[in-house]
């Protein structure tokens, strides 16, 4: 690490005791921050999709770190019954939970509904996170002072006209694969914005952050979707990103500085390293957010029965 960064690792205060989810936590800026919480002595949970890439990341912490507090737990942001049963076999736990970064994405992706139907980056990015998050925010409440990560991109200012799309989410046709993250990765900020608001009276701080340009292997869907020959470009290009150790600096941020805390940074939207900056105005729409809460609060309750959030407003 080079100086000059106005927050690095040495800056992470002791967080014995606290515990923490961070999804997508097995790769790329997900699994330095998941390690990252587990050296300062958090129980850290890696949410992680698959059993084969998840555990081996646990492991790896582990010995990294020489800390046993790091577990693994299976979640597929891709189906609204896998995320609803981390979120179970989480709870199940009684344990209390003071930090969640959502943090798992996928980027430009070919068009793909995921299994319940819905656009698949808008699906992972979004809506799996936002079942996720409101699951376990009882227990979030209730292990107050607590944090909410919500890892967004740049990207959010690729997105569509309208911001979100809501009649056209699922239209092929209707936007490209960069406009798909850009509206999803938007979301990740209007959904922090609306949260925010229904956190009002707590001690639950909820931001919301742009990592940097980094390398790690995000770039996956381009290559998947667009052809091979994008490997190459990539490869030159990634020789100026920064590092996953670099690019986790923000989150660690938002989900571990006192500052958030002193300074009362709420719903707020963070770039590297952990400089507040404005989003778009897409960004800063609260109409937009509200609507972008209702409909995926009836999405999901379409997908899962009207009782789902019963208990997630307690
Ligand atoms: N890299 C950048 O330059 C950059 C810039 C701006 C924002 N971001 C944001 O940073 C976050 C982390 O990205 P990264 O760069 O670290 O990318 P990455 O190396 O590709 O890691 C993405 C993580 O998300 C997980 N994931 C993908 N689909 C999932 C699903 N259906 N269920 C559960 N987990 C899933 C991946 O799991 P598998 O390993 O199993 O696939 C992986 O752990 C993303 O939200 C991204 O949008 C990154």
């Known amino acids: 690490m080079f100086s000059g960064k106005r927050f690095s690792f ?33 129980h850290v949970f890696v949410a992680s999709r698959s059993k084969d890439r998840g555990e081996p990341a646990v ?23 896998s995320v609803k049963l981390a979120a179970e076999t989480f709870l199940a736990r009684n344990l209390p939970l003071h930090i969640l970064v959502n943090n798992a994405g996928i980027m430009a992706t070919a068009f793909e509904k995921t299994p319940d139907g819905i656009q698949d980056q808008f699906g992972v990015n979004h809506i799996g996170h936002f079942l996720f ?18 890892v967004s991109s740049n990207g959010h ?17 209707a936007h490209n694969s960069i406009q798909r993250y850009g509206q999803s990765k938007l979301a990740n900020i209007l959904f922090t914005i609306e949260l925010n608001k229904r956190l009002s009276g707590t001690n639950v701080y909820c931001n919301s952050l742009h990592p940097g340009a980094i390398k790690t292997e995000l770039t996956r869907g381009i290559v998947a979707n667009w052809g091979s020959w994008t490997k190459p470009i990539i490869s030159i290009i990634q020789l100026f990103l920064l590092t996953p150790d670099d690019g986790a600096l923000t989150q660690l941020y938002c989900a571990t500085s006192p500052e958030i805390e002193e300074k009362n940074f709420r719903g707020k939207y963070f770039v590297p390293f952990g400089e507040i900056e404005e989003p778009s105005a897409q960004g800063k729409d609260e109409e937009l957010a509200k609507k ?20 997630c407003y307690a």
Request: glycine content about 6%; hydrophobic content about 40%; charged content about 30%.
């Open 292 to 311: 972008l809460w209702d409909f995926s609060e009836n999405l999901i309750k379409e997908k899962l029965g009207d009782d789902i959030f019963s208990k």
């Open 133 to 150: 998050t409101l699951l376990l925010l009882p227990t979030i409440k209730a292990s107050a002072p607590s944090r909410i990560v919500n």
């Open 59 to 81: 492991e790896l912490i582990k010995k990294e770190t020489k800390k046993d507090a790091v577990e693994f737990l299976q979640l597929d942001l891709q189906s609204l019954n």
């Open 157 to 173: 200012h690729r997105a569509p006209p309208a911001g979100i799309e809501f009649e056209k989410l699922n239209d092929p046709n």
């Open 10 to 42: 040495d800056n992470i205060p002791d967080l014995s005791g606290k515990v923490a989810i961070v999804t997508g936590g097995n790769t790329g800026i997900g699994f330095v921050t998941a390690r990252e919480l587990a050296r300062k002595n958090a």
